[in-house]
């Protein structure tokens, strides 16, 4: 019968990706949710300029494509030449 590791530097399972995920990117836990909390908050600001213009058209005409299109450039400088640096 095998026994999981009491080693204090093993973390088991689910609550290993709360370390192993973030250190995939090059960040601590806390940066990754900086990071992740941020970019939640701009993809809703997006949305919601989507959503008001789709029902006032002449309003943010432009603020949900310029600002997905700024998610983007931020994505791509955290990760240049599109490379991955884990296997999600």
Request: aromatic letters at 12%; zero cysteines; a neutral charge.
């Amino acid at each position: 019968m095998a026994t999981e590791s009491t080693a204090p530097h093993v973390k088991p399972g689910f609550f290993r990706s709360f370390v192993d995920h973030p250190a995939s990117v090059n960040e601590t836990y806390a940066q990754h949710a900086r990071f992740a909390f941020g970019f939640s908050a701009s993809l809703f600001m997006a949305a919601f300029a989507a959503l008001v213009h789709a029902l006032i058209p002449p309003l943010f005409e432009t603020t949900a494509s310029r600002k997905i299109k700024a998610i983007h450039a931020q994505i791509e400088a955290r990760h240049p030449h599109g490379e991955r640096l884990d296997a999600d």
